[in-house]
């Protein structure tokens, strides 16, 4: 009895949640973009340019970052432009390359109206500008 009772909750419950992404407004149009790493990260490694610019245009319901590789960019030699979703929760900027499918995760490092730092992994950082 207890079972039959169970199940029809989980089916309600999971029917009805829709997830409720926090994409705060002061985000929302573009930032240029500045990726660095320290070269001591990178030991052996020479005759390369340790940072590269872009830019991350946020929208309502998407993200598009684009970056500005070049010839001995340690990051690209390439320029890259992805669009997906995002939200921020707590210290963090999430991205989604598909729905719920996790993409970069970015730590929020210090925010003020004009400027976002960012830090991916341990030894990558972005810096956005309004």
Partial sequence: MKKLFFIPFLLIVACTSEKEYNRPSEWQGTWTAEWETPP??????????????????FTTDSLTVTANGYPDCIFNIDTLS????????NDTLFLLNEPDTPGMTYKIASKSENRIKLQLMEDIFVTLTK
Avoid: A, K, L, R
């Avoid at 001591?40 to 245009?57: A, T, W």
């Fill in 40 to 57: 001591e990260s990178y030991p052996g490694v020479e005759d390369m340019e340790f940072y590269m610019d872009g830019n991350f245009n």
């Fill in 82 to 89: 992805h669009t997906q979703s995002w939200y921020v929760s």
